[in-house]
């Protein structure tokens, strides 16, 4: 099979895997920023409420753009759009790795987080055209590409980042110079894989098995429930992203590289979650995963602040492997609402997740200064009942059989 040789169910693997791949190191450069917080606060003395709003300005930055992108790219296809959004996350880097105080440090981010905002609307594009008949297999290996990116933050700044110190988070440069060489690969594929997808639809077509059309106000009411769903899951998540390793510091008395690894179990069970959770949603639907993903980790949700270290450690797998696995669904769920605006969907979906996370972050900071980390986590455990909203949802064709 050569590198754009689709299997039976026309699905592209090889150029999911390198897609998972850029996602990979798109991710993992974007996490070295929450990793190097024990860092940055000990070498410029912030607090709760200013780390908090170096995770906003992130997100923020990260939001901006993609449903604008999406929107724009949806018209006027950019395959090769993400090599520009690396050469930002490039400069930011390097940026922070040398930031002389908190100001060039909240550039830095917003750099790193702008590179972000080009790279997800097209990527997801070419995810879906590459999908074939696997659109929650394929969203997942994209997506695991991103968790695992993501958990490897905590890696590097335990082996890394904390001997070497904050200039040595420029090394990671080579990172963005290999996502820029895979995804000029990528972009050269495009017109090929773009041509089969459009190909297999029309069949679909022929078939009788078209995308259901949704009037406007089920549009409207489904994603309003779904961005209200990925604030609340993002809220819980946001809740280990920024202040877990303090947690663990704080209340078991752990060093910053033992807390770093336990954020790095977390993020690497959220990423096999994701991965589970769009293989599983092909074959039971969407709206089921959403139900079991987002409502499921309740009742360990509620344990996990009454717990000793090593129970927190088993509790953080289970509610990570459960958790990530809504992502994959939700993405699909809404481009199935509006099945010909996918970099509209992918940039306001991965927008969301950045904005959404950056507001739910300094709300956190803010309410950690004032109470207090336990009490975060005992209020961020009533969080997984925004669940029950699925109940609203309208109905797809997210049958396991449903044509993309």
Not at 122 to 139: K, L
Request: proline share 5%.
């Amino acid at each position: 099979m050569t590198a754009t040789t689709a299997t039976r169910s026309g699905t592209y693997l090889t150029v999911l895997i390198v897609l998972g791949g850029t996602h990979l190191l798109n991710d993992m450069m974007q996490s070295l920023i929450p990793a190097a917080y024990p860092i940055l606060r000990a070498a410029y003395g912030l607090d709760f409420v200013q780390i908090g709003m170096i995770t906003l300005t992130f997100q923020i930055a990260g939001a901006l753009l993609q449903p604008v992108m999406g929107m724009v790219t949806d018209r006027y296809p950019a395959p090769y759009s993400p090599v520009v959004g690396m050469l930002f996350t490039l400069s930011g880097l390097i940026t922070l790795a040398y930031a002389p105080g908190y100001g060039m440090i909240l550039v830095a981010v917003t750099l790193i987080g702008l590179g972000s905002s080009i790279f997800h609307p097209e990527a997801t594009r070419m995810a879906r055209y590459a999908a074939g008949g696997r659109q929650g297999f394929a969203q997942g290996i994209f997506q695991v590409g991103g968790q695992a990116g993501g958990a490897l933050g905590p890696v590097f700044a335990a082996l890394v980042i904390v001997p070497f110190g904050q200039p040595s988070l420029a090394w990671f440069a080579v990172a963005a110079l290999l996502a820029m060489a895979l995804l000029g690969w990528i972009g050269s594929k495009q017109r090929e894989i773009s041509a089969a997808f459009a190909s297999m639809r029309a069949r679909a077509a022929a078939n009788g098995d078209a995308p259901l059309r949704h009037a406007p106000r089920t549009i409207v009411l489904g994603l309003v429930i779904l961005t209200l769903l990925m604030f609340l899951k993002n809220a819980y998540t946001e809740s280990f992203r920024s202040f877990y390793t303090f947690y663990l510091m704080e209340r078991f008395d752990l060093s910053i590289p033992s807390a770093q690894m336990m954020l790095f179990v977390f993020l690497f069970a959220s990423a096999v979650g994701v991965l589970v959770g769009g293989i599983v949603g092909d074959r039971i639907g969407r709206q089921r995963i959403i139900w079991i993903s987002v409502l499921g980790p309740l009742p360990l949700t509620l344990m996990l602040p009454y717990v000793g270290l090593v129970a927190t450690g088993v509790l953080t797998v289970l509610i990570a492997l459960v958790m990530a696995s809504a992502f994959a669904s939700i993405l699909i769920y809404a481009i199935e609402l509006l099945p010909n605006r996918i970099g509209l969907i992918g940039g306001l979906f991965y927008g969301l997740n950045f904005g959404l996370g950056g507001i739910a972050a300094a709300g956190l900071g803010v309410m950690a200064d004032a109470y207090g980390l336990e009490t975060v986590y005992r209020i961020c455990a009533f969080l997984p009942l925004a669940g029950l909203l699925a109940w609203f949802l309208p109905r797809t064709n997210d049958a396991a059989t449903a044509p993309p």
